[in-house]
């Protein structure tokens, strides 16, 4: 009696782990996708700007 309640708790709480884990992982996992298309929008606007900028240095000089 007593080993078949210690073997249910095993059981729940073997399940509440693997559930906490998974949502962990997913939770982390969309972090770092929405982390990593962050960086890659800021690295857009960083390269765009330097392409403007370049681009405007090359710019003809009309005195």
């Known amino acids: 009696m007593g080993t078949v309640a210690v073997q249910d708790i ?3 709480f073997k ?3 693997e559930s ?3 949502i962990l992982f997913r939770t982390l996992a ?3 996708v929405k982390y990593k298309t962050e960086l890659e929008i800021d ?3 960083i390269n765009s700007q330097e ?4 681009q ?6 009309y005195v």
Do not use: F, N
């Open 10 to 12: 095993q059981e729940k």
């Open 15 to 17: 399940l509440h782990l």
């Open 20 to 22: 906490d884990c998974r």
């Open 30 to 32: 969309v972090t770092l």
């Open 43 to 45: 690295m857009y606007r």
């Open 51 to 54: 392409a403007v900028s370049y």
């Open 56 to 61: 405007i240095s090359q710019l003809p000089v």
